[in-house]
Every structure is written in C-alpha cells, then in structure tokens.
C-alpha cells in the first residue's frame, strides 16, 4: 500500500509542479469565466467575429481536461505563427510594390527632367 501511494503522491506533485502556474493565474482573475463579460478590443474591420465565437465555444468543451487544454494551446500557437507569417509576406509584398512605383515615377521624372533639359538646349 506505501508504494502506491507513494506514486500517487509523485504523480500529485508532479502535476502541481506542470500546472501550479496555470491554476494560479486562472484563480487569480476568474472575471473570464463567463463569455459574456469579455471585453474584446473593438473589431472596426470584422475580422476576428467567427474567431472569438468559435473560442468560446471551445472553451466549452474542453471542461476542464488537460489533453484538450494542451491541443488547444498547440493549435493556437500554430495558428499564431501562420498569422504572423502572412503578416510579414504581405507586408513585405506591399513594401516591394511600393519600392518598384516608387522607382518608376522616379524614373519617369528623370526621364521629364533630361528631356526638358534637351529642349533647353535646343532652344538655345
């Protein structure tokens, strides 16, 4: 009987030493609890309606189970990452775009300025 609850005792403490933090910070502000009392940033464009319904139907479901909490956790860091990947591309994208019309009125403006100075001469 010792040994059982010994490993009992082992398998306690090591899910206190896993998830302490996380329970510790869930007490600490229970006013998340209830979805109603969310406040969420204002959403002018419309983009993250389906997202924050769909998170908090989410949380929902995973009633308390640590399987579901870490697939949870690790789609939403993926998700994140794939975010802020397509973030940066267009953003990069944008800035190219707005290099390479930069450079062509540059360019046109070069070419109005050295075709100005030749008439300049010719009508000298």
């Given at each position: 009987m010792g040994k059982i609850k010994d490993k009992l005792i082992a398998a306690e403490?090591?899910?206190?030493?896993?998830?302490?933090?996380?329970?510790?910070?869930?007490?600490?502000d229970l006013t998340y609890v209830n979805s109603?009392?969310?406040?969420?940033?204002?959403?002018?464009?419309?983009?993250?309606?389906?997202?924050k319904q769909t998170m908090i139907?989410?949380?929902?479901?995973?009633?308390?189970?640590?399987?579901?909490?870490?697939?949870?956790l690790q789609t939403l860091e993926v998700c994140m990452k794939h975010v802020e990947a397509k973030f940066v591309e267009k953003k990069q994208h944008i800035e190219t775009v707005i290099a390479n019309e930069k450079a062509k009125a540059d360019a046109v403006e070069t070419t109005f300025i050295n075709a100005a100075e030749e008439v300049k001469k010719d009508v000298k």
């Open positions: 403490d090591a899910a206190k030493a896993v998830f302490g933090k996380l329970e510790t910070e869930v007490k600490a109603t009392l969310l406040n969420f940033p204002t959403d002018i464009h419309n983009l993250t309606s389906e997202l139907r989410l949380a929902t479901r995973i009633n308390g189970q640590e399987d579901k909490f870490k697939l949870y």
